[in-house]
């Protein structure tokens, strides 16, 4: 929102122009959103000669963990054009599909692999959340953290 000079609210959407006018939002894929740090189509524009290179899980519990990254930055970058845009029923229904697709993926990983929250330890004998390796213990050549 931007301020007229009367100090009213001037309603601006990201296309550039008014929230009034008819806009066909288009999304890219969660990985492609993901490695560009945008998911909306027309509103990407790369820094100079910069290429994207794409991530190459090298196990199922890497490539697992890399989804639930992509979907965690699609649904934060759709939250963030929902706080601006309430009304757009379609955005809200990829949003709640992201957001679904997001637990089923968490808890196939949890089920799997161990907790990726503190409040995902299931042991009721034992905390596990201090069970290593960590992330960042760069195990078997992971490098997301």
């Known amino acids: 929102m931007l301020f007229d000079d009367?100090?009213?609210?001037?309603?601006?959407?990201?296309?550039?122009?008014?929230l009034d006018k008819d806009k066909s939002t288009k999304l890219v894929s969660v990985d492609e959103g993901f490695l560009r740090g945008n998911m909306f189509a027309d509103l990407?524009?790369?820094?100079?000669?910069?290429?994207?290179?794409?991530i190459n899980p090298k196990n199922r519990k890497e490539e697992l963990l890399l989804e639930i990254m992509e979907l965690s930055f699609a649904i934060n970058d759709l939250n963030l054009y929902l706080d601006l845009h309430p009304d757009d029923m379609i955005m809200l229904e990829k949003f709640n599909a992201y957001v679904e697709k997001?637990?089923?993926?968490?808890?196939?990983?949890?089920?799997?692999?161990?907790?990726?929250?503190?409040?995902d330890n299931t042991s009721y004998e034992k905390f596990?959340?201090?069970k290593n390796p960590w992330p960042w213990d760069n195990e078997g050549g992971t490098k997301y953290v």
Do not use: R
């Open 102 to 119: 997001s637990c089923q993926k968490e808890m196939e990983y949890v089920k799997n692999y161990g907790a990726l929250e503190v409040i």
């Open 128 to 130: 596990e959340w201090i």
């Open 6 to 18: 009367n100090f009213g609210f001037i309603t601006y959407d990201l296309y550039g122009g008014n």
């Open 44 to 54: 990407y524009k790369p820094y100079k000669n910069y290429t994207i290179k794409k």
